[in-house]
Every structure is written in structure tokens, then in C-alpha cells.
């Protein structure tokens, strides 16, 4: 769609500049032309040039002490007073023209008026004009001060060349939900024959980048309508009052191009619950309050529709939320492998790839990736292959890129000693070797010990096979072994411990953790929610809601659960010895080992 109005810079801006430039040219420019003109010259010159009858006329400055006098070509000399009883005659039998006034000097009068006063008499206009029109928009009325309360929005005509729905891939329940509104943007009769209203807001909801704001743009791509797209964050402005201009001029401009449809990005920015906190932000409750007067202000059938995303949807205020208002919710979620696929497939026609390349499998590889994440992936590989000198985008391309994308570019220059090398061996194919003996196990996709600059100094990189919706208790048990599985093969081999766990650590606990509080997965908590998750789509952090004392039967259930599967990871590893140390050797020596060698070698 082709933006076609940028927003203007509201007036006060130019005020403000042309102001600046005022005061800077009479606090600078005009002392230094003043001082430029002025030549200075000793008092022997002055006597001379008035004995030649060159001098014209003079000022004798009792105050700065100096004389000023002009030559017959009109140019102004200054020089310094001396005594000198006899000057006055002197002047007078030269014929030359002597006061005590000023020679063609603006009188400090006028330049204290230019300099100073009238600069002021501006600023004081503009502000008298300001607070006038601020309380005329405060009466009702919608006229805007210097452009201050317009809403910006970026305004996108109809185009032929929108986003589609077609470039929008996987996300299906979110596109069949949204076909509706493009329907009735087509046929609005349709729905009033019957009586049927719209919804006057859809919410879209998810993590970041899985395209919400792709499909708002696909819905007045395909509607062929206008497009209105605001961040939330752009209402809240500085002045109470602003933001809420800004809200009513965007819907008066909607409703002069309806239908149409209007997008605000990250609506949670003000639409926040209001919360009466002292201190709370009454800007934003004031813009608020404007959304939510003019959502209620227009009729379902007017051919406003408002998109708004956010990722954050438990913050938002139950006002926004009910029937009337956002009544429709549509999740947008991570793509699942399918999804993941075609996200893959639309962005690879964007670059040229070679006709081998197997994009399930890299889907398989990036599970977990978001919708933006697999353009980048996309991205990234095609950079690869230019900077290998290569015509098109490999396979190999796309899955180092995935790497690239997940734990950073491979440090060229890191060295580690033979010593750390063989460490991380150990603990890479303990993680491995624990992951393939657990049945249930997601299989090995690749291993590899070459630093990464996310700090990463191997992983081992596993691949579902297919969609996971759902999890027992014993693959979650398994995952923690697994998790546990390099430290397991350190403390096996070495006997001592390193620093490289700590990760490993973290993820294990969290799991655990998430086991016993929210999947009510430990018999003695039977089926009690002990933590909420208050950030669901932004890394999910949570709170715990129970007793002091149930916190720390919570900590003991955890360092159990750990330490259970730590201990079976070990066993797993012991019983596999032999393996361990063949593997860990042929890693050692070729620092990366796909899954199908790893197999073999495993079953071999
Ligand atoms: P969000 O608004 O959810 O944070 P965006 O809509 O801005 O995410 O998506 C960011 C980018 O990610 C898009 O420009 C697009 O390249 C890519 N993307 C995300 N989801 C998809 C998808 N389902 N299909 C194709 N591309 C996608």
C-alpha cells in the first residue's frame, strides 16, 4: 500500500525556530557586524587624520572613555582617550563636527527593545494563543493549537499492491476469523439486511512477531480499503489532554474515509487497567477514556473497524475489553511446524534458493521460531550464500543460519585449550547421549563444540519430529535429565565440575518448577495453582501465590525432582561408558557431528 500523508510538524515547531534564530542574531550576529564596522586606531592617528582635515565627525564617550569619529568616507574609527586639554580647539579650528552624541550607533533603547523586548512580547503572544485554544478544545471544541492534538496517524490508501492474505502464511484460525470483517467491508448489505453488526474492534493477541501487524495490514489489503495505523504509544504525549485529541482527531478522520480500517500497534501502551494508583498517569487514563467514548460513539455499521495488537492482553483494562468495545479476540500464536513451513516457503521466494533445499526440515530445526524469526533465518541465508560467492541460498545455508539466528555467528577467534575443548565434549555428548537413551526423547540433530558469540561454547541441537501440543510428565522428567545430562558426564569423567551448567541449570529448574506450581504434576499438591503466569506471550514470568511455608516445601519438591533426574542421568551415562567416551573422542577431533553420525556410532 503506498503511504500517501506523512504528518506535518506542527506549527509551534517553525514558531519555536524562528524564534531561536531571532535571539541568536541579536544576541551574536548584530554585536559582532556592530564591532566590525568599528576600526580601531591609536590617538596619534586620530590627530593626524585630524590635522589633515580628514575627519569628518566626532563623539567623545565620557563613559567607555573613548573617542568615535568617522573619516570623510563615512568609516568609523574608535580610539582610546587620552588627556588632552586642547582637543576641544583643535576640533574646532579643523572645522570638524564634535558631540557627545552617538555616531549612527543604534541607541541602546531601540536595541534593548529589539533584543530583548520584543523577542519576549512573541513568546508571550504564542503562549497567550496557546492556552486559548487549549481551552477552547477543553469547552468541546475540536480545533487544534499548532497541530499538537492531530493524531499523526500514517494514513495508506487503497492499492492494489497491499499485503494479501496469501503473504501472510500458516496463522489460518486468525485469517478465517478475519475474512468476516473483509466480507463485510465488501458487502456491507449483506449484514444489514439481516441486522447483523460488526464488531467494532478485534484484538489481536501473541508474542511478538508472528505477524499480527501483517494481518491488520492483509485485512485492508484485501478489503481494499484505507488503512489507519497508529502505535499506542504515539497518544501519549507530554500535555494531559493531548493523547485524547489525538484519539477523537483519528476517528473524525476514519469516519470521514469509513469504511475503513483503523490499526493500533501495541494498544497496551493506553490501555493499561487503571489502577487509581496515586500517582497514576492521567494522560494516558485521559486517552484512554476518549478511546473508549468514541468506541461507544459510533455505530457498529459505520464501516469503522478497529484492529489493535498487543502481547500483553492481561494488562489491558476490562473496560476495553467488553462486548461493545474489542468484543472479538483473535489469537495469534507461534506457527506450528506446518506453519512454520509456509512461513519459511513465502520468504524463500523472496530470495533465490536452490531447488534441493527441504523446508520441513529446517522448520523441524527451528521449532519455536516466531514468523519474524523465520524471515530472518530466510535473511540471514541468503546473506551467507552471497558471502560465499554463491548464486543461491543452500540447504546448508538455511541451517547454519538457524544456528546463526539461535546462539549467535561462530567466534573465529576463540581458543579454547585442549582441555576445555574435551569438557565441552563430554558435557555436549552427555546431553546427547542422555536425550537418545530416554525413549521419549526428542532425537539429535546436530552437536557441535565451535564457540558461538551468544557466549555458547557447544549445543547440541534436537529436532521434534512432529507438533507437540501436549506434554507428560515423564517427557518432562526426561527433559530434565537431558538438561542435567552434561553436568552428569563432567562430574562422571573428571570428577570435578565447571561453570559451563549454568544455563543447563537454570532451564532445568524452571521446568521443574513450572511442574510442581502450574501443571499440578506432584501428588502431594494435588491439582492447586501455586503460581500465575502474568506475562504469557513476553517470557512468560510468574508469580507465586501461596504461604511462606508452601514456598518452601515448593524449593524442596524442586531440589527432589532435580535431583532425581540428575541422578538418572548419571546412571544413564555409566551404563553407557564406553559409548560416551567414543563419541566424545570423534566430537573431540571433528567439533561438529550430525544426528545420523551420532547414531551410528551410538548403534554401531
Ligand atoms: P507483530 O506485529 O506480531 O510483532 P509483524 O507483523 O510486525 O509482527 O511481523 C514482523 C515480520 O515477521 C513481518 O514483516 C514478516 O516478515 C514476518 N512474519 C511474521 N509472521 C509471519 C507470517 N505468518 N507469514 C509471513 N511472514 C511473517
Known sequence: MNEVKRPKK?????????????????????????????????????????????????????????????????????????EDADLTQRLYNAGISFHGQEIQQTSPLLSFLLSWVLPMVIFIGIGQYMSKKLMERAGGKNSLAFGMGKSNAKVYVKSSEGIKFSDVAGEEEAKENLTEIVDYLHNPEKYKEIGASMPKGILLVGPPGTGK??????????????????????????????????????????????????????????????????????????????LLTEMDGFEGNTGVIILAATNRPESLDPALLRPGRFDRRVPVELPDLKGREDILKVHARKIKVADDVD????????????????????????????????????????????????????KKNAILTDKEKMIVSYHEIGHALVAARQTNSAPVQKITIVPRTSGALGYTMQVDEGNHYLMSKEEMENKIATYTGGRAAEEIVFGSVTTGASND??????????????????????MVALETQTNQYLGGDTSLMCSAETQREIDQKVMELVKKQHEKAAAILLDNREKLDELSYYLYEHETITGEEFMKILNG
Not at 505 to 526: C, H, P, S, V, W
Open 359 to 410: 523446508f520441513n526440515k529446517i522448520a523441524r530445526m527451528a521449532s519455536g521460531a516466531s514468523g519474524a524469526e523465520l524471515a530472518n533465518i530466510v535473511n540471514e541465508a541468503a546473506l551467507r550464500a552471497v558471502r560465499d560467492g554463491r548464486k543461491c541460498a543452500t540447504q546448508s545455508d538455511l541451517e547454519e543460519s538457524i544456528e546463526v539466528v539461535i546462539a549467535g555467528y561462530q
Open 10 to 82: 506542527p506549527l509551534i515547531y517553525y514558531y519555536g525556530i524562528v524564534l531561536l534564530c531571532l535571539l541568536l542574531f541579536n544576541l551574536i550576529a548584530m554585536p559582532w557586524l556592530a564591532q566590525r564596522r568599528i576600526q580601531e586606531v591609536d590617538y596619534g592617528t586620530f590627530i593626524s587624520m585630524t590635522e589633515e582635515k580628514d575627519v569628518d565627525q566626532v563623539e567623545i564617550q565620557d563613559d567607555t572613555n573613548t573617542i568615535l569619529f568617522t573619516d570623510k568616507d563615512g568609516a568609523i574609527y574608535k580610539t582610546a582617550r587620552v
Open 213 to 290: 501487524t501483517m494481518l491488520a495490514k492483509a485485512v485492508a489489503g484485501e478489503a481494499n480499503v484505507p488503512f489507519f495505523s497508529m502505535s499506542g504509544s504515539e497518544f501519549v504525549e507530554m500535555f494531559v489532554g493531548m493523547g485524547a485529541s489525538k484519539v477523537r482527531d483519528l476517528f473524525r478522520q476514519a469516519k470521514e474515509k469509513a469504511p475503513c480500517i483503523v490499526f493500533i500497534d501495541e494498544i497496551d501502551a493506553i490501555g493499561k487497567k487503571r489502577d487509581g494508583q496515586i500517582g497514576g498517569n492521567d494522560e494516558r487514563e485521559q486517552t484512554l477514556n476518549q
Open 505 to 526: 541449570i537454570e532451564q532445568a529448574t524452571k521446568l521443574a518448577r513450572a511442574m510442581i506450581t502450574r501443571y499440578g504434576m506432584n501428588k502431594d499438591f494435588d
